[in-house]
């Protein structure tokens, strides 16, 4: 990971030294303990209170965004979280992906396709003969009806006995275009061939989920998921969805903005040098971009490009000009970190960064 390297250059440092030595003990395995039910559930607890509390940095939210921030990215803490440790005060400080949480929260169905409410072909494709996968079927039905709902779509329930014989992808696509559908969305999952199964659990039976969304003229993702009979259909397409519609907000993130006029988003690049004579460490450098981030949102997204000790680089994806974007850095309050004035380069700003510092 990025920040990782950032930690792992600048070892000379005691400072450095002392935190990474306390990210290689989150790292490690260790013997379970009798409490150690309970110190997962603390945990799990203080990691959805730290995503809970980066609310605030990601800028001033639509009511849309706002519910799939609560109802679908808090239950998914783990997703939005690059890693973590543990702090002194028995606390945690993790780092949070805030470029997926965007991406996650940057597809919605009237704004980004221009149209009231859209409609999706949705086909539920169990497979029959596995009693297990049919009578999932209505949970299943149940999350994809909210996950629709909440990014303001309408489904369009259609069996695969409708859609006839052949790749139900290829029909559902096929059937989206008749119907006027803004697209598809198809759901299968079955029992894994005994010939294909991992060796490591041959005496188990095993299950795939595969999804796949196509939304004509805008973007299209597949994914699957490989479980165990202990595992749960319900969870596992809960992911792949996040998963189909993080990759949807990228595309609209990138491409189209939330006012639904399309605009061209080019890269400009944001080069920063750390005062070699600072007390740099990571949770310094994790304010900063995290700071930049949330200041920069109403010009693009941010996505960090490459970070070593003494100098990171930033790429945001922005319509606005470099002198533009130069302009809105200035005015976004660092806590203890003083940036110099920017200076353009063709599409990449030069900055200065002296940590210990209130501007």
Known sequence: MLFLAFLLAALPTPHFAEMASALAATTQSAPAQPNASANNEGLESKLKAFLAASKKNLGELQPWQSKLFDDEALPQYS???RDYRATRDGGVEAQ???DSLRQYL???????????KPSLIVVLA???GCDKCVQSTEVVRDIVRVRLKNRGMNPEW?????LGSGDPVTLASRYAEVKKAAGALVIRWGIIPSDEVDAAHADETQYLVRSNIEIRDFAKHEGSLELLEAGSFDRSVAKLLTDDFTYLGEQAVHGVVASGQDTQHEEALIDIRFDSTGAWGYSQYAKLRDSLAAGLQSLGSLEE????????VFVLYSSASPATIGEKIATIAQDGVKLSAPTVDGHTLHLDAQAGARR
């Open 79 to 81: 997703r939005f979280i």
């Open 96 to 98: 949070i992906d805030y």
């Open 106 to 116: 940057g597809f919605y169905g009237p704004t980004t396709l221009k149209q009231p």
């Open 126 to 128: 169990p497979q029959i």
């Open 158 to 162: 259609t069996t695969p006995s409708e």
């Open 305 to 312: 490009r490459s970070v070593a000790h003494e100098h990171a």
